[in-house]
């Protein structure tokens, strides 16, 4: 076959794969026989990419209706691929607001539940999956069932988090949270260096419901870890008077840049800039929810800056008892492998949650963005065996390049949601790029 | 506008259906099944805080018996429509089509001859009421016959000629009638096909069509680079068609 001619999927890392999604309103027929559905793949490596080239791809894009809306509760029930975007759009003018969201808002429901996504929140609210009370699925066996904390707990838990391998996730119902107000009271802070990041993330945590930060991962020596340190709440009607704030017209990345846009240059250029901008160390701000929570969704399809030979991301988080020595040999580690990006985030983690795959536990998350180098499978192998050492553990919705003993030895939770698979998919039906890369399954 | 939608409940008819309904709009959904009518009543209701129920009845093209019926519920429950959108049709690729005799007969019956007939229904109750809005879906495929639309364009050709003709015939009492000529749109109808460049998306057009309606607009071609398109189409010499395979 001619490479040029044979259809190829990707995530949002843009490395591709042969195969086809298939994609209709109607997503229940649609996913009869499917091997995996994906939403609208911002997923960054392979979990939402086919094992094969002819399995059967199913998209959830279209089938995106509300099936139900309660303005007392605000429990909302939704087809799988409604997306964030829409949720925002409809329901934030009402005075409500997705529980947990995602650092962007082109995401579908069901990605969020199959990722159990997790927000600047998560030390408050924990993931996306907490908020589920019920899900209707497609079994592997064709059969559809429903599911939730309740109502067949297993299945539930194993899809939680669980990558699309339990089924096709048709309908989510979940719980909305009221707003106060349509504008987000923000702190940030300059902070000159890792250890006090942590220390400052420790303090605003519990004043502050959402917290993250920006780390320059550029910097080593004494001010290894200096960046930004946000911290917000929902504004009081009160303080934020009566004012919309105004729709984000985004902008769309025209042409992939050449694979040397992002050299270590311009990278640290990018980061001293972000660092300065913040000439004050501390201010206070109203700032609109999107720019707050969806920075990057300001310049649509941003991830063809790295251009064609695609990128990946190294999210991993370090529990709490390995302390923050552990986080500075870490980003000592990082700094000194290379393959920086200007996107370095860190996260306070919360209580781990009971989807058996779920990626936070109560530590601290990190993530960086990385192009696709030579060198990435060692980066990445090195970084994984120092998280492997720290009881930490990688997250599966940005990952491409971790080995199976890799994983294996970082996910002592495995052999439960393995159990849990054999039991709704004994056939190994349900696979993706990932499982056959992660959990041995067969192309 | 009190519109009543044939084929709303997918594609560019369901991105109309959440325009309408979102900017408070009454909306009546006519399809050919009751458990998709049902979900996507409920969908519309949900976008506007302060929405009645939408309501909806069923309605199969291929069942021209039911129309009036349909039409007599929608007026029942939006107290007498004035607007009528009809985006319903039957797509099949021309190797499809060749290969299925019978169902190149349904694709024609339900695309021109059935639409014309739930038409003349529709158009009738808006004149007895002082005219309305009536848009009706044909398709930049029937603006020329083409290899790779021979028979779908001929039906939504004569589909054109009589939406003009109506536009024509009954304008001046009220009436406007707009025939809409999508390009390539990215919904499930095409969901196989390689979208070609200029390829729309259904909000996109949703947006054309609802502005063209509220200005009373005869003709559309969303997205609008396809009138350009078309323009050339239209003038390209007979021995150019029979060489190239657009
Ligand atoms: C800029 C950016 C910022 C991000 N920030 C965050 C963040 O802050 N926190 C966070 O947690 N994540 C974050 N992510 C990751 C993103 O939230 C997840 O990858 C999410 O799952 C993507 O949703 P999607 O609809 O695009 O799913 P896809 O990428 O299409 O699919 C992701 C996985 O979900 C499965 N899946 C999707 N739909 C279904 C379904 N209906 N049934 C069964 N399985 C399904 C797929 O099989 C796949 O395994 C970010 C991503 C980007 C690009
Ligand atoms: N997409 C394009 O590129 C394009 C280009 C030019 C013109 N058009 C025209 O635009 C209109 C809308 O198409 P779309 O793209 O939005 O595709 P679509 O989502 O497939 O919409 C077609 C609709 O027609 C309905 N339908 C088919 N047969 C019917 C019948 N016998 N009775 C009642 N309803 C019937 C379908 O209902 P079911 O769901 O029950 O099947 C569906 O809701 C069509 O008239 C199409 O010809 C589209």
Redesign the pocket.
């Known amino acids: 076959m001619n490479p040029r001619t044979t259809p190829t999927l990707s995530?949002?890392g843009r490395l591709p794969a042969p195969g086809v999604e298939k994609l209709s309103e109607d997503l229940e027929r649609l996913t009869r026989g499917a091997a995996?559905?994906?939403?609208?793949?911002?997923?960054?490596g392979d979990?939402?990419l086919p094992a094969k080239a002819d399995d059967l791809v199913a998209c959830?894009r279209m089938a995106d209706r509300i099936l139900g809306f309660d303005p007392e509760t605000g429990v909302l029930r939704a087809e799988?691929?409604f997306s964030l975007v829409e949720l925002n759009r409809l329901f934030m003018p009402r005075g409500w607001f997705s529980p947990v969201t995602?650092?962007?808002k082109?995401?579908?429901l069901?990605?969020?539940v199959?990722?159990d996504?997790?927000?600047k929140n998560h030390h408050v609210e924990g993931c996306f999956g907490a908020h589920v009370r019920s899900l209707r699925m497609r079994l592997a066996d064709d059969s559809i069932v429903d599911c939730g904390p309740e109502q067949e707990p297993e299945l539930f838990d194993a899809t939680v988090g669980g990558?699309?391998l339990t089924?096709?996730?048709?309908e989510v119902e979940f719980s909305l949270a009221r707003i106060p107000s349509r504008w987000i009271h923000m702190e940030s802070e300059r902070m000159p260096s890792i250890d006090e990041f942590l220390a400052g993330l420790g303090r605003a945590a519990p004043a502050f419901p959402m917290t993250m930060g920006w780390i320059d991962c550029l910097h080593r020596g004494r001010s290894m870890g200096r960046g930004i340190l946000m911290a917000g709440r929902w504004a009081e009607a009160s303080e934020a008077g009566e004012l919309a704030p105004r729709a984000a017209h985004p902008l769309t990345m025209p042409v992939d840049l050449p694979n040397l846009a992002i050299n270590d240059l311009t990278v640290a250029a990018f980061n001293a800039l972000y660092y300065w901008k913040h000439l004050r160390r501390r201010a206070t701000t109203l700032v609109a929810p999107d720019p707050f929570f969806y920075p990057?969704d300001a310049i649509l399809e941003w991830n063809r800056v790295y251009g064609p030979r695609g990128f990946t991301q190294y999210q991993c988080v370090i529990p709490r008892q390995a302390g923050a020595p552990a986080v500075r040999e870490f980003m000592d580690l990082l700094t000194k492998l290379g393959g920086a990006s200007p996107l370095c985030v860190i996260k306070d983690c919360g209580p781990e949650g009971r989807g058996m795959l779920s990626?936070p536990l109560e530590g601290t998350s990190i993530a960086v963005d990385m192009a696709v180098s030579p060198q990435i499978q060692s980066i990445v192998d090195r970084l994984n065996e120092f998280v492997i050492a720290a009881g930490g553990r990688i997250?599966l919705?940005?990952d491409r390049f971790t080995r199976p003993e890799h994983y294996r030895a970082m996910e002592p939770r495995l052999e439960r949601f393995l159990a849990a698979r054999e039991k709704y998919d004994p056939h190994r039906k349900l696979r993706?790029g990932?499982s056959v890369r992660l959990l041995g399954d067969v192309a | 506008m009190k519109a009543v939608i044939l084929g709303g409940t997918t594609g560019i008819g369901r991105a109309i259906a959440r325009r309408l309904a979102e900017r408070g709009d009454s909306v009546f959904l006519l399809a050919r099944e009751v458990d998709d009518l049902t979900r996507s009543a409920e969908d519309l209701t949900a976008r506007h805080p302060k929405r009645e129920p939408v309501g909806h009845a069923l309605c199969d093209l291929e069942r021209p018996e039911g129309f009036a019926a349909a039409l007599d519920a929608a007026d029942a429950a939006l107290g007498g429509f004035d607007a009528v959108i009809v985006t319903a049709g039957l797509f099949a690729t021309q190797d499809a089509l060749e290969a299925d005799i019978e169902f190149t007969r349904r694709l024609v019956t339900v695309n021109y001859a059935n639409t014309v007939v739930f038409c003349e229904h529709a158009r009738k109750r808006l004149l007895t009421r002082g005219g309305g809005r009536l848009a009706v879906f044909s398709s930049v495929a029937g603006d020329r016959g083409r290899k790779p639309v021979a028979i779908y364009g001929s039906s939504k050709a004569g589909l054109s000629v009589y939406l003009e003709a109506l536009d024509h015939k009954f304008h001046a009492q009220g009436l406007s009638v707009l025939c809409v000529k999508p390009g390539f749109v990215k919904t499930g109808m095409t969901a196989g096909l390689k979208p070609p460049p200029f390829a729309g998306d259904p909000e996109q057009v949703a947006r054309d069509v609802v502005r063209a309606m509220d200005r009373r607009r005869p003709m559309l071609y969303t997205p609008g680079m396809w009138a350009l398109v078309m323009l050339v189409i239209r003038w390209l010499p007979r021995f150019v068609m029979r060489k190239i395979n657009f």
Not at chain 1, 36 to 44: A, E, F, N, P, V
Not at chain 1, 167 to 170: K, M, S, T
């Open positions: 995530g949002w995996l559905t994906r939403g609208l793949g911002r997923s960054y979990s939402s959830s799988a691929g995602p650092g962007t082109f995401v579908t069901g990605g969020m199959a990722s996504v997790h927000g990558m699309g089924g096709h996730i048709l990057l990626f997250y919705t940005k993706s990932q």
